[in-house]
């Protein structure tokens, strides 16, 4: 905890400014709050025996000390309320950027056991609790404790028979507040629970649309939308029935307060015990123990969930990029692309079962190497190796004779260009899209890519041109166009190394040709693998592999291996290439 503690306090270190300024403004609004009361029973107390007009003299000054005293309090509530909010929001920003950048940092490994939502959930609400802490927290706490302790020690001074029977409601209320604030916040969980169930509902109904009105389950969809409305409606009822209780019952206890101070001041009245002066004086303090009240059990209730959150945040933050540069990592800027495979072996990370076995490849820079296999024996695996989306369990993968694993990161991935059967384009233009593959490139550079992979046509004939805007995951593009823009990608981005993953797999076969077209002409002079589901797209491969559960089974040209007759003979005419 202590160690976590130092890390949630380093975000302060940039604004340490602003925090003990809002602490100091914080001190000083508690104080003058404390002290106007003072002031008034002072007028009622002692000024009112003054001479008419010496007595009118000094409550005109008392006044304006009181006018200017009250703006000064103005100014201090002001000044923490909107800079503490603002420190707050930009210790936010700043972890918000950090966990960003750590996302951006980790691995596919990582990947592969996360959902979206989730790590969604990390950036946002979590972010938004932790920062409500970091703000409110110590400014509440001490203002709280100034303002309960200050009452105490000042009515104590005046009358301590006074403050025992007024300060006696305080356990009540604390009771109270810690109670229904606890009860009021489990509803509240179960509220954004519910929530959370309507939104991947919703998410999930209108991402599968297409689906929902081709079974016409629209009404199936509604029903079982309705009953998570329903379960969250329920919850939120619960949790205004806990939020009233809280708020009303508070309220009734702090005028308690004020009526137990009253009949008790009445009756020392008679008694001498108090006089009418202390007895407003009194009844002015009242707030000041009872608000603050309110605030610390708010306070310990927000750490909860701030301190929770950041350690989530945290847990994020630890894990370690498993895939990183080594400190002596060797740059490997011009790139021939010779790769070889010298005995590799993997198994995922949550699986023990090997995918890969000893695998022995030798690909010359510039080859045309295609990968034919059932579904499932790995030969997406076996090419995600080469840049490093995951490493080797055991063996070596050498590139140029270096081992990966020794290379600069940055380097290796600028090396290698992928086209996989799903195209991902960002929102934004086709422009921008294609510009991803080299972030430098000139207009002309993308046109060229563009015209290179047979796209400059169909961009043209949009009304904006490369202005055209291809909408949230490029829902407006044909399949084929999608992938003519990411092959464009690839063309800017000029590697040696290429793999195409069942890059023409979801295509017809009249978009098949122009996809296949392109990616011939991008493959020309690169070391090229090929993944192809249909194996007449590789008959002209200088090398054709044949992989197997028990791995590398045949490798050879078409001819050769037809020649064979062995499992690349029967794939090829059993159809079984269609999987
Ligand atoms: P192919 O591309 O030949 O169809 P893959 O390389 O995609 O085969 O998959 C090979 C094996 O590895 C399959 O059994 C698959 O279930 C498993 N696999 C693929 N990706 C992952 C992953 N990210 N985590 C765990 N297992 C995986
Ligand atoms: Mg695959």
Do not use: W
């Amino acid at each position: 905890m202590k160690d976590k503690l130092k890390k949630l306090f380093a975000y302060y270190k940039p604004y340490r400014f602003l925090f003990y300024s809002d602490m100091f403004f914080a001190v000083m609004g508690a104080a003058v709050t404390l002290v106007i009361p003072l002031i008034v029973r002072y007028i009622t107390s002692e000024v009112v025996y003054y001479e008419a007009a010496d007595a009118r003299r000094v409550i005109f000054y008392l006044g304006v000390l009181l006018i200017f005293l009250v703006l000064v309090e103005f100014g201090c509530n002001y000044y923490i309320s909107y800079f503490g909010h603002v420190m707050g929001a930009k210790m936010e920003a700043d972890m918000r950027s950090d966990i960003f950048g750590h996302y951006q940092k980790l691995t596919f490994a990582f990947y592969d056991n996360q959902k979206v939502g989730h790590l969604l959930s990390r950036i946002t609400s979590d972010l938004f609790d932790i920062s409500e802490l970091l703000h409110h927290g110590p400014e509440d706490v001490l203002i709280s404790v100034i303002k309960i302790v200050g009452s105490f020690v000042i009515l104590m001074n005046i009358n301590a028979k006074l403050t025992v029977t007024a300060f006696a409601f305080v356990p009540l209320m604390v009771a109270f507040a810690v109670y229904y604030n606890m009860k009021m916040k489990q509803a509240f969980a179960r509220n954004r629970a519910r929530i959370a169930d309507i939104n991947s509902q919703i998410e999930d109904s209108l991402a599968g649309i297409r689906v929902v009105k081709s079974f016409a389950n629209e009404k199936e969809e509604l029903k079982k939308f309705n009953k998570g409305n329903h379960n969250f409606l329920e919850a939120k009822k619960d949790s205004y029935k806990y939020m009233g209780m809280y708020n009303s019952g508070l309220t009734a206890l702090t005028t308690l307060v004020t009526v137990g101070v009253l009949i008790a001041g009445g009756i020392f009245l008679t008694t001498g015990g108090v006089n009418a002066p202390d007895l407003i004086t009194f009844l002015l303090y009242i707030n000041n123990f009872t608000e603050p009240v309110k605030k610390l059990v708010n306070s310990a209730e927000q750490f909860q969930n701030g301190y929770t959150g950041f350690e989530r945040f945290l847990e994020i933050l630890s894990i370690a990029p498993d895939i990183s540069d080594k400190p002596d990592a060797v740059s490997m800027e011009n790139m021939q692309g010779d790769i070889e495979f010298k005995n590799v072996s993997f198994h995922y990370e949550d699986n023990e079962e090997k995918v890969l076995n000893h695998i022995n490849l030798k690909v010359r820079a510039g080859e045309y190497m295609a990968l034919v296999g059932p579904s499932g024996v790995g030969k997406t695996t076996l090419c995600s190796l080469i840049p490093r989306f995951y490493d080797v369990s055991e063996g070596e993968l050498l590139i140029d004779g270096v081992d990966v694993r020794d290379m600069k990161l940055n380097d290796l991935r600028n090396n290698v260009g992928i086209v996989q059967q799903d195209v991902y384009l960002f929102a934004g233009t086709i422009m921008e899209n294609i510009r991803y593959g080299k972030s430098e490139a000139t207009d002309e550079e993308v046109v060229l890519a563009a015209k290179n992979a047979n796209a400059h046509e169909f961009i043209m004939s949009f009304p904006d041109g490369y202005d055209t805007d291809i909408g949230q995951r490029g829902v407006k593009l044909s399949g084929g166009q999608k992938q003519r823009l990411s092959i464009a990608r690839v063309f800017l981005k000029n590697p040696p190394i290429l793999i195409f993953d069942e890059a023409t797999s979801a295509l017809d076969n009249e978009s098949e040709k122009v996809v296949q077209k392109s990616l011939e002409s991008l493959a020309k002079d690169r070391t090229t693998f090929v993944i192809a589901h249909r194996l007449t797209t590789i008959r002209n491969a200088q090398k054709i592999l044949v992989l197997t559960e028990e791995g590398i089974a045949e490798q050879g040209t078409h001819e050769e291996l037809l020649a064979k007759k062995g499992i690349y003979e029967s794939l090829y005419f059993s159809g079984e290439e269609r999987k």
